[in-house]
């Protein structure tokens, strides 16, 4: 049986309208129309009823509905599989990471990936925001991100970075070995747009009586506008790196930080490149995270990645 029907029909008894269904699905009504009469034919059941009010199911398609989802719900399953198996077959990953993460974080365990598996691929793509829902239709394999960003997605964290003030040299807070959130409130805080702040990010944000907010992601105008002295940023530590003398970080207390995390369709089904690559990666972290303040902060336990 064509799966292709059983969707339509889903489509249009879930929308009400044949006219909807169609505005979902790209078709025209009348295609619509055609693929439900070709259903009912080919198994000899009337299974929705058409009027003023819309589409409903008839008796007989209300007893054969819970089947047609398991249907449809195996046959998106087979999908999903049988790409996976084709990707690992072609040894290819394609991974999404905030760009500080990819910055900062996955060249070198890309490098050393790369180095180790010279027949596979990494496709790395930057992004800022919710992580989509792994489906059919979403082949991503790994996602890293802040974890405001990792809501009904499977998601392990992976490592804290704590967030540090960017102050102005020439100011007096510059010289000072820490600076608590109420003094920073003092001063002109410069944030990035919301859909690209971290929970720690909005914390602040809450409490900061004259803020502005920069429309750009990424955290070079920000910089910028602080050596202009036009006011202070809140950066994540892991993107302090090679700022210009012109400014200074000055840690906060008590210590604000986003909470880094991984995200997978399945943590228990991962492919061999996939445990591959993560087994790279965590090594690096260790390294990695010790090295990224002198201060001694507890990191989480690594998710494990059994072969």
Known sequence: MDTHKLKVLLAAVDSGSLNKAAERLGYTQPA?????????????????????????????????????????????DIAVRAAAINK????????????????????????IFQKNYPEATID??????????????????LVLTDIRFCENVPHRVIMSDP?????????DIAAAQNVSVEDLCNYKILFPPD???????LFLKERAPDQMTISTIGSDILISLVEQEVGVTVISHLSTEHL???????????????????????????????RNFLSILYEYLITFAAGLSERATEQPPLPSVSS
């Open 244 to 274: 210009p003398a012109s400014v200074r970080c000055v840690p906060i207390r008590p210590e604000l930080s986003r909470s880094l995390c991984i995200c997978a369709r399945d943590f228990d089904s991962l492919t061999q490149i996939q």
């Open 195 to 201: 859909t690209a702040m971290s929970s720690a990010l």
């Open 32 to 76: 619509i129309v055609h693929a439900i009469n070709s259903l009912e034919k080919e198994l000899g059941v009337k299974i929705i009823e058409r009027s003023h009010k819309g589409v409903a199911l008839t008796t007989e398609g209300a007893q054969l509905y819970p089947d047609i989802l398991k249907m449809v719900a195996l046959d998106d």
């Open 124 to 141: 790395l793509q930057l992004v800022n925001g919710p992580v989509r829902p792994f489906s059919s239709s979403n082949d991503v394999d």
């Open 88 to 111: 690992a077959a072609r040894q290819y990953l394609l991974i999404e990471a905030l760009p500080s993460v990819a910055r900062h974080i996955l060249s070198k365990p890309i490098s």
């Open 163 to 171: 967030m540090m003030a960017v102050v102005p040299s020439a100011w």
